[in-house]
């Protein structure tokens, strides 16, 4: 009986690899939280860039000049 007992705990709980998957993905959506969070960082900056300079430009050209 208690040999059965044990097989059984041994086959139930050996196999079990669902704490490990959890992790995996949980490192998994991390990894991609964070190449998400740069991009969108590095994404940002470039559009930044890009409005300041068409800002700049058209400031300059409905700007008066005086001869």
Known sequence: MV???QALLVSRYARS?????????GLL????ALALIVGAGLLG??????FSDS???LDEA???TTP
Not at 29 to 32: D, E, P, Q, S
Not at 45 to 50: A, K, S, T
């Open 55 to 57: 800002a700049d430009k």
């Open 45 to 50: 900056d470039g559009l930044n860039q890009i």
């Open 17 to 25: 690899d669902r704490g490990a998957s959890a992790v995996e993905y």
């Open 62 to 64: 409905t700007t008066p």
């Open 3 to 5: 040999q059965y007992l």
């Open 29 to 32: 959506v991390a990894l991609i």
